[in-house]
Nanobody
C-alpha cells in the first residue's frame, strides 16, 4: 500500500525557516518523482517543487524559486523541502505527492493526475 507521511509544519514568523519531511512506504522510490503541492485557504492547489527519481533534475514554482530547496534520500525513502525566507503568502497546507514518471511535468499545475498523496501539513507564516 502506497503511503506518504508529511511532518515539519508549524507556525513561523515572516523571514523564518521551516523544514518539511515526507516519508514514503509501500513502493520503490527509485521509480518515482517526488514533490510538493500547497493549498492556501480559498485558493486552488498549486505545485511548489519536484525532484526526479534520479535526483538529477529539480523544479520550483516561480513563487518559491531561490527560497525553497528540495532534496531526496531514496535509501531513507524521504523527500525534504527546506523553506527559507518565508512570506505570509506561503501560508498553506503542504502536500507531498509521488509520480511514477521520469520527469516533473505533473507538478507544474494542480496535480490532478497524481494519485499518491500524503495527508498534508499546515504551514502558517505570521507575526
Amino acid at each position: 500500500q502506497f503511503q506518504l507521511v508529511e511532518s515539519g509544519g508549524g507556525l513561523v514568523q515572516p523571514g523564518g525557516s521551516l523544514r518539511l519531511s515526507c516519508v514514503a512506504s509501500g513502493f520503490d522510490l527509485d521509480y518515482f518523482a517526488l514533490g510538493w503541492f500547497r493549498q492556501a485557504p480559498g485558493k486552488p492547489r498549486e505545485g511548489v517543487s519536484c525532484i526526479t527519481s534520479t535526483n538529477t533534475t529539480s523544479w520550483y514554482s516561480d513563487s518559491v524559486k531561490g527560497r525553497f530547496t528540495i532534496s531526496r534520500d531514496n535509501a531513507k525513502a524521504t523527500v525534504i523541502l527546506q523553506m527559507n525566507s518565508l512570506k505570509r503568502e506561503d501560508t498553506a497546507v503542504y502536500y507531498c505527492a509521488a509520480d511514477p514518471a521520469p520527469h516533473c511535468s505533473n507538478y507544474h499545475y494542480d496535480g490532478r493526475y497524481l494519485t499518491i498523496w500524503g495527508q498534508g501539513t499546515l504551514v502558517t507564516v505570521s507575526s
